[in-house]
C-alpha cells in the first residue's frame, strides 16, 4: 500500500488528482503476479495496449504543432524514436516505476524490475489508468511532465552520434575502441543529472550532460565529434 501511495502522489506532481486507485494498482501489476495470485484482478497487458494508442496521439499531436511544417516521414520517424522501448523506461525511471511493480518470484529474481521491457509496458498502462482515471487534457499534462518536456522532440534532431563517432574511430587505418564513462550523477530519482566522458583508446576525447545516462553518452560523442573537427583531439 506504501508503494502505491508513493506512485499517486508522483502522479499528482503533474497536477492530476488520481481517484480510481484501482487502475494504477493494476497498471503495476505485471502478468508474472497475476499468474502466481489467483485473486488478483488481473495484469496490465490491456492497460498497456491502450496506453500505447493513447500516447502515440498524444505524441503524434505533439509533434504535428511542431515548427517548420516537418514531412510524414520525419515526423513519423521521430515518433517512433520518441515512443520506444529505451526512452519509455527512462521516463518510467523518473516516475520510480520499478519499485512500485507487483512482480512474480521468478521475474522479481531475475531483475525484473529494472528491464526496460517490463518499464516500457509500465509506463504506457500508466497512462491508460490516467486516461481512464482522469480524462485526456491530464493525460497530456501527465506525458509532458514525464515524458515531452525530458527529451528533445524536435522533428530531426535524434542524430545517433555514438553511431557516428564509432564510425569516424573505425574510419582510420589503426582499429581503436571507444567506451564511456560515468564521471557523476546526482539529483533526485525524478531529476537525476549525468556527467559522462567519451574515451577513444582510454583517453578522454569529449564530455557530455544529460537527464539520464543515454542523453549524457549522446553529448559526450557529439563534444567528442566536435573536438576532432577542430583537430583537438
Do not use: W
Amino acid at each position: 500500500m506504501n508503494s502505491l501511495i508513493r506512485l499517486l502522489s508522483a502522479v499528482q506532481k503533474a497536477g492530476i488528482v488520481p481517484r480510481k486507485t484501482s487502475l494504477y494498482r493494476a497498471a503495476m501489476t505485471h502478468s508474472s503476479y497475476a499468474n502466481e495470485h489467483s485473486g488478483s484482478a488481473g495484469d496490465n497487458e490491456r492497460l498497456e495496449f491502450l496506453g500505447d494508442a493513447v500516447l502515440s496521439m498524444i505524441v503524434s499531436e505533439h509533434l504535428f504543432g511542431a515548427a517548420g511544417d516537418p514531412s510524414e516521414g520525419l515526423l513519423t520517424r521521430t515518433r517512433a524514436r520518441v515512443v520506444c522501448e529505451p526512452t519509455l523506461a527512462e521516463a518510467a525511471g523518473a516516475l520510480g516505476l520499478g519499485e512500485h511493480l507487483r512482480l512474480g518470484r521468478g521475474e522479481e529474481a531475475t531483475g525484473g524490475r529494472t528491464k526496460q521491457s517490463i518499464l516500457a509496458d509500465a509506463f504506457e498502462a500508466l497512462v491508460a489508468a490516467v486516461y481512464l482515471d482522469a480524462g485526456l487534457d491530464a493525460t497530456r499534462r501527465f506525458v509532458r511532465e514525464y515524458l515531452l518536456d525530458r527529451i528533445d522532440t524536435t522533428p530531426g534532431n535524434f542524430t545517433d552520434h555514438k553511431t557516428a563517432l564509432q564510425e569516424i574511430v573505425q574510419s582510420g587505418s589503426a582499429a581503436r575502441r571507444v567506451t564511456y564513462e560515468v564521471v557523476s550523477q546526482d539529483g533526485p530519482d525524478h531529476e537525476r543529472h549525468f556527467v559522462v566522458d567519451a574515451l577513444i583508446d582510454g583517453a578522454v576525447a569529449g564530455r557530455g550532460t544529460g537527464r539520464n545516462r543515454r542523453q549524457a553518452e549522446q553529448e559526450a560523442a557529439r563534444d567528442a565529434i566536435s573536438r576532432m573537427e577542430k583537430g583537438s583531439v
